[in-house]
């Protein structure tokens, strides 16, 4: 992990200084929880978690961080001094990474010193709001994928990234969300992700003819190479390429697939596949990208596109136009009590709380419940100690268990919540003790002391 | 800058073991442009030129890269060994950083043996389109600020930046598209850029009452501090705030501003203003912070709001709703001749090109024109040499130096490309000798035959 100590708000910074100034330094409790779903999402896939625990037991400001914060001139010496063995010494709960939260369920719950647990926030969200807007709109072109011909989804984003971590961890995200692999090598390297590859147009063109090209692409990948067929007429493309197939085939190879990569990828795939199954080329699949989402993927399925595969770009990588999540962080203890803010825009519910989460009859979830942390209800508690006294107590999964612990998670939503326009939305009940405490402090709030109003 | 030889993706990879492997090798030149422009966008500010010049330059397979390509199994041991040593010897032709560019002018041409030239497409793009999209995104935040009482924009994006990476050379291209400068540490640390921080309504709660929180950081911060006066009512925020202000000129110190961060910004900054100048704290600025963006202050500038600084974050940071821009590499000439795609929505100018951007009486840009390299015509050529035979022969400019450009081609574009709402787009005319070429090829190619056809 590169060094995050700076990565953070210079808010973080002088809020700390004023705690530690003014001897404001008891343990206090945030939430981080994601205020709303965009319009259509009907849930979201919780990821950055085991990012965010390292970096939270981790952190450390190197002495070059602190010669630069002293050239900043914003701060005394002795603060300066305090930051040199500033770290973490509270405790965290997580939920699992890949986990379906909702909005206004914590899925990360943070108790420390006053300086420790305020000082996290900024980066916890960097990391936290991205991986898991990722997951989850994978997730989305994933489930639609699954719809539509039991398709596969690849990465193809990491030209349009937003930058390289963007690339790296949005590959790892997709992955989790339900990605087959990605066109990232480096992902595949780093993370162990399979990796996906065929040629651009501007192979095809670099050769006298289509036909040359796809000779000379098979020449170095006979073993189940795939051909981009719509450099110049699909139609003629793909009969180029079941000749290739046909002339693998004698050799004892085989064509894996062809891709289309523009046009009316519906009806263009229905008249590839007639030519390719002509052939007797029936094992060759056909795949396809262009600017895709879940929802073009859903009028494709709809109609009937022989499409085995997709290469999904900028809007997977990127979660365009939704760009960004709402996750926020949140004081919601102190040693003066729960807090609580008012405004029906930004509330936040107070005290330390737990998620239940209750599987119906049919085996899949139900509702679920948030709760005080000190009542103990039927289903399922979604956040668990992952960091106790600054160290951490929850072993990290592999990439694969995690994948896998989301995609069971996601079989068990409940159908209406994996549709690309989601309507109607999950039910969180609210028990009956923070129910209880949100009266009291609603009472004793209501008129503007001490709980914010927004 | 981190080891990106494997950040590609793996088709670029195939592509160049199939020329390694069929001796197709000759010199190439590729242009990186983009496509068009987002809705309502006028110009684009180029960003990223450098990083990619350094990428170019400086890429190398590492042996734990060729290791795992190796695991693969896509891969010949000859390639693997001519990978070993393979890295970028041809030239680079590179306008400026910060330079307006519009749509299909050529921000980098590179000339190379054909592996070299397709090779670094990937992570051109990568950097390319993230940074340019946010320094141009910023520029139309500054542009809007500028408008609205003259007042200054920060960069607020870190956390909801799609990860470290973006926050970081998102915050630069902030800087170099005309923020002032940022709240993110790190950046200002590693780039220098001026950092800026108050509190969080986090920090008013954590203490019994707004005023002794505010008391509490005003003892820690007393050159300058600026208060955040929204956690529980802005006006009576603004009278704690004046009263604190009052305070700290007895000592002979000053506050610096009031931040508003809910509400009607526009109606509450005046109601503020007020309560700070009847205690004849004319001086102490209000800034804003909200979810906002251009379009946003252009209506509070309307609305006369009395705001000298905005802090903006989510959608400065990630572009949202464009978050990608349709930057793309394009083979435009090899050893058979200038290549060129002839459909309406993808086409490509061919051949090795300039861009000449002329300036009218006024000193304003009036119109650029595409041209051929071969063509001496009047206006500035954008296009310069970077790099050549593979070494650097331009040298970099100092972050502020690239700012201080940026701003001054700004100030040059005409002013109706600098609304948040751009309706006429600036002219880009084709050279006589490019227009020949194109409808030379378009002749030549016309039916499907050797031009791609989208």
């Not at 899925?107 to 990722?134: C, D, G, H, P, W």
């Not at 007429?233 to 050799?251: P, R, S, Y």
């Not at 229905?270 to 199954?277: F, N």
């Not at 709402?326 to 004081?331: A, E, R």
Request: glycine share 8%; net charge neutral.
């Amino acid at each position: 992990m590169k060094d995050k100590a700076l990565l953070t708000d210079l808010y973080q910074l002088t809020m700390l200084a004023a705690y530690y100034d003014n001897d404001k330094d008891e343990r206090a409790t945030f939430d981080l929880f994601i205020r709303k779903l965009p319009k259509d999402w009907g849930y979201y896939l919780a990821n950055g978690i085991e990012d965010a625990i390292d970096y939270i037991i981790n952190f450390k400001f190197s002495a070059s961080d602190i010669e630069y914060l002293r050239s900043t001139g914003f701060f005394k010496e002795d603060f300066l001094g305090f930051l040199k063995d500033f770290k973490f010494k509270g405790d965290v709960y997580a939920v699992k990474e890949g986990t379906p939260v909702f909005p206004n369920q914590p899925v990360l719950r943070i108790s420390a010193k006053r300086t420790q647990a305020q000082f996290v926030e900024t980066a916890l969200l960097n990391m936290v709001n991205y991986q898991t807007m990722i997951a989850t709109k994978t997730n989305r072109v994933v489930n639609a994928a699954k719809k539509a011909n039991n398709a596969k989804v690849v990465d193809y984003g990491l030209r349009r990234a937003q930058e390289e971590d963007a690339a790296m961890k949005g590959a790892r995200a997709t992955y989790i969300g339900g990605a087959l692999g990605t066109s990232n090598v480096k992902a595949g390297k780093e993370y162990g992700i399979k990796i996906f590859g065929t040629q651009a147009h501007s192979f095809v063109m670099s050769f006298d003819s289509e036909l040359e090209a796809f000779g000379a692409y098979v020449k170095t990948f006979s073993e189940y190479p795939t051909l981009l067929i719509d450099t110049y007429d699909t139609i003629q493309g793909a009969k180029n390429a079941a000749k290739v197939g046909k002339e693998l085939e004698e050799k004892g190879k085989k064509l894996k697939a062809v891709r289309l990569d523009s046009g009316d990828l519906a009806d263009l795939s229905k008249k590839v596949r007639e030519i390719l199954d002509q052939q007797g080329l029936t094992y060759v699949d056909i795949v396809a990208s262009n600017d895709l989402n879940e929802y073009k993927i859903d009028e494709l399925g709809e109609n009937d596109a022989k499409i085995g595969g997709y290469g999904v770009g900028t809007e997977m990588i990127t979660a365009k136009p939704v760009a960004a999540i709402p996750g926020v962080y949140k004081l919601v203890e102190d040693n003066g009590g729960a807090k609580i803010k008012l405004s029906p825009e930004k509330k936040t519910y107070p005290g330390k709380k737990q998620v239940y989460r209750v599987t119906g009859e049919d085996e899949k979830y139900s509702h679920d419940v948030l709760a005080l942390d000190s009542e103990k209800l039927e289903g399922e508690p979604l956040l668990e100690l992952a960091v106790k006294d600054g160290k951490r107590v929850r072993a990290k999964r592999s990439l694969d268990e995690t994948r896998d612990y989301a995609l069971r998670c996601v079989d068990k939503l409940p159908e209406h919540l994996k549709q690309s326009e989601v309507k109607e939305h999950y039910e969180m009940k609210i028990s009956k003790g923070l129910n209880q405490l949100i009266n009291e402090l609603t009472e004793k709030y209501g008129n503007n002391h001490g709980g914010k109003k927004k």
